[in-house]
């Protein structure tokens, strides 16, 4: 029986079609190992959304290439679709694939290897066209996947024992169907899981999604990821963002307003080109005042497709990296604070790995004694089906909270 090893770059929607890919390889016969060495078969799914993802991608293939087994090499993903992007001294003896599909037959999976939690894709596409980002020349074609094979695909995760469901896509809230729409009909599905709704555009949270949250906190997690970018109305109007900050605070307001519990995450790009220090400092202040709980801190990276690429007044490394530092200062507070404020409560919690679990608000806890289940007071393993952890969900006290 030949072997083959997958290795995944970025984002959740490529863990997603790796799943794809390896239940494709399988249903032909082919045995999945979790070395390369032992390989006959290595497919790279890549990422190319920062310069460091094309440079782990490249990294990643010249050490297979020199592999002694000399295994077949397929490369596939955002990659290969970023034409600025200089392969030549990479590709050698390497067969590139531009259409990922041709990988996979169909576009649902029965569940997620070496994960308790379990994605589910959505949609495809975006064509916002950032003036930083390089994902609409690489994932231009808006797709989106059935209600009736979404409901589907999450009853067999459920019944496969995924207690916890993300809901993710290049852009969901593009879903054509209305993400709303889709959300009140998964909830109706008789099986206990919760969804989580993975990262949203703030123009694409409605009021029926914000009723539906607030009305079933059982079955959908009160935690959203809305990606802000900056705080600065300057540079969001050179990053050519849907909104500015004030745009941003009213939706967020009346957002809270009506779930008070909720769990807010983001996204910040510090050091975009011609981002003054009074830029930055606006940023920082208005981070400050929105009741984020934590955030992702990229440094801009060039990608020579985008329109940004061609404005001036790029800033330094060492002003970029200085910024970060001060960004980051401001989210181990905010972070900080969120966790002592949840020091003592119950939470409801998934399990992750061995020892942890992740709670409906996006805190990820290790199990140090026991949890209680709906059931019974339970140990720390918890049973597994199909080598997937399975259990419902269960509550969890916090006893005490660490950033590190």
């Not at 996979?104 to 290897?113: A, E, H």
């Not at 409605?206 to 009160?222: A, F, G, R, S, T």
């Not at 939470?347 to 990820?364: M, P, S």
């Not at 949890?371 to 140990?379: P, V």
């Given at each position: 029986?030949?072997?083959?090893?997958?290795?995944?770059?970025?984002?959740?929607?490529?863990?997603?079609?790796s799943q794809l890919i390896s239940e494709k390889f399988k249903s032909d016969n082919f045995e999945q190992v979790q070395k390369p060495q032992k390989a006959d078969i290595i497919i790279v799914n890549s990422c190319t959304v920062t310069a460091k993802a094309d440079k782990k991608c490249k990294y990643f293939l010249k050490?297979?290439?020199?592999?002694?087994?000399?295994?077949?090499?397929?490369?596939?993903?955002?990659?290969?679709?970023?034409?600025?992007?200089?392969?030549?001294?990479?590709?050698?003896?390497?067969?590139?694939?531009?259409?990922?599909?041709?990988?996979?037959?169909?576009?649902?999976?029965?569940?997620?290897?070496?994960?308790?939690?379990?994605?589910?894709?959505?949609?495809?596409?975006?064509?916002?066209?950032?003036?930083?980002?390089?994902?609409?020349?690489?994932?231009?074609?808006?797709?989106?996947?059935?209600?009736?094979?979404?409901?589907?695909?999450?009853?067999?995760?459920?019944?496969?024992?995924?207690?916890?469901?993300?809901?993710?896509?290049?852009?969901?809230?593009?879903?054509?169907?209305?993400?709303?729409?889709?959300?009140?009909?998964?909830?109706?599905?008789?099986?206990?899981?919760?969804?989580?709704?993975?990262?949203?555009?703030?123009?694409?949270?409605?009021?029926?999604?914000?009723?539906?949250?607030?009305?079933?906190?059982?079955?959908?997690?009160?935690?959203?990821?809305?990606?802000?970018?900056?705080?600065?109305?300057?540079?969001?109007?050179?990053?050519?963002?849907?909104?500015?900050?004030?745009?941003?605070?009213?939706k967020i307001n009346k957002i809270i307003q009506f779930l008070p519990k909720l769990t807010l995450t983001t996204d910040i790009i510090t050091g975009f080109p011609g981002e003054?220090?009074?830029?930055?400092?606006?940023?920082?202040?208005?981070?400050?005042?929105?009741?984020?709980?934590?955030?992702?801190?990229?440094?801009?990276?060039?990608?020579?497709?985008?329109?940004?690429?061609?404005?001036?007044?790029?800033?330094?490394?060492?002003?970029?990296?200085?910024?970060?530092?001060?960004?980051?200062?401001?989210?181990?507070?905010?972070?900080?604070?969120?966790?002592?404020?949840?020091?003592?409560?119950?939470?409801?919690?998934?399990?992750?790995?061995?020892?942890?679990?992740?709670?409906?608000?996006?805190?990820?806890?290790?199990?140090?004694?026991?949890?209680?289940?709906?059931?019974?007071?339970?140990?720390?393993?918890?049973?597994?089906?199909?080598?997937?952890?399975?259990?419902?969900?269960?509550?969890?006290?916090?006893?005490?909270?660490?950033?590190?």
């Amino acid at each position: 029986m030949k072997k083959y090893y997958i290795h995944t770059l970025g984002c959740k929607v490529n863990q997603y079609e790796s799943q794809l890919i390896s239940e494709k390889f399988k249903s032909d016969n082919f045995e999945q190992v979790q070395k390369p060495q032992k390989a006959d078969i290595i497919i790279v799914n890549s990422c190319t959304v920062t310069a460091k993802a094309d440079k782990k991608c490249k990294y990643f293939l010249k050490k297979i290439t020199k592999l002694q087994n000399n295994p077949k090499v397929l490369l596939t993903g955002c990659i290969v679709k970023n034409k600025s992007v200089n392969m030549k001294d990479t590709l050698q003896n390497i067969k590139i694939i531009t259409d990922k599909t041709k990988l996979f037959k169909k576009q649902t999976v029965l569940g997620l290897d070496g994960h308790s939690r379990a994605f589910l894709k959505i949609q495809d596409g975006c064509n916002n066209f950032c003036s930083y980002c390089i994902v609409p020349y690489v994932r231009n074609f808006l797709w989106s996947k059935s209600e009736e094979e979404v409901l589907i695909e999450t009853k067999n995760l459920a019944q496969n024992g995924y207690s916890e469901i993300v809901l993710t896509g290049i852009n969901i809230g593009e879903y054509s169907y209305g993400i709303s729409n889709l959300i009140k009909k998964i909830i109706k599905i008789p099986l206990k899981f919760r969804i989580r709704i993975s990262s949203i555009e703030l123009n694409k949270i409605d009021d029926k999604l914000i009723e539906l949250m607030q009305k079933n906190p059982e079955k959908i997690c009160h935690h959203l990821h809305i990606p802000l970018q900056s705080g600065s109305n300057e540079i969001l109007r050179r990053m050519n963002r849907q909104y500015l900050t004030e745009d941003f605070e009213t939706k967020i307001n009346k957002i809270i307003q009506f779930l008070p519990k909720l769990t807010l995450t983001t996204d910040i790009i510090t050091g975009f080109p011609g981002e003054t220090k009074k830029n930055h400092k606006e940023t920082c202040d208005f981070i400050k005042k929105i009741p984020f709980v934590k955030f992702h801190i990229f440094k801009y990276s060039n990608r020579y497709i985008t329109k940004s690429s061609t404005f001036k007044n790029k800033i330094s490394y060492d002003e970029i990296k200085s910024r970060s530092k001060e960004l980051f200062e401001i989210n181990y507070k905010k972070k900080t604070d969120f966790l002592n404020k949840n020091i003592g409560l119950i939470k409801k919690a998934v399990k992750i790995g061995n020892d942890k679990a992740l709670t409906d608000n996006y805190i990820t806890t290790k199990l140090l004694a026991k949890c209680k289940t709906n059931k019974d007071t339970s140990n720390i393993m918890l049973p597994k089906k199909n080598n997937r952890y399975q259990d419902s969900i269960f509550d969890i006290k916090i006893t005490k909270s660490s950033t590190i």
